[in-house]
């Protein structure tokens, strides 16, 4: 059974930072491209951030350079670092295989 679990969120203030995990099991995760989305309240679903087998990374505009996707496949654990958070990043965010996606981490960015 594949199973994705996110971990890492919370409340922060505007221009902080946080990282979050999320550990995967039951499937070949270092041959899976592995992608970071993210649901704002009364919005649909965002993709933020894509690390494929080769290593190669993509990014959505509204998080370039600020957010950093990085993968341990010894762990099997994929990690995305968020820095100079804004309040638009508030959002539950999750990882996803592109079939199943975990039960998500809630973060806030807020003074």
């Known amino acids: 059974e594949v199973q994705l679990v996110e971990s890492g969120g919370g409340l922060v203030q505007p221009g902080g930072s946080l990282r979050l995990s999320c550990a995967a099991s039951?499937?070949?995760?270092?041959?899976?491209?592995m992608t970071w989305v993210r649901q704002a309240p009364g919005k649909g679903l965002e993709s933020v951030s894509t690390?494929?087998?080769?290593?190669?990374?993509f990014y959505a505009d509204s998080v370039k350079g600020r957010f950093t996707i990085s993968r341990d496949n010894a762990k099997n654990t994929v990690y995305l670092q968020m820095n100079n958070l804004k309040p638009e990043d508030t959002a539950i965010y999750y990882c996803?295989?592109?079939?199943?996606r975990g039960q998500g981490t809630q973060v806030t960015v807020s003074s």
């Open positions: 039951g499937f070949t995760f270092r041959t899976s491209a």
């Open positions: 996803t295989t592109g079939e199943v």
């Open positions: 690390i494929y087998r080769d290593g190669k990374k």
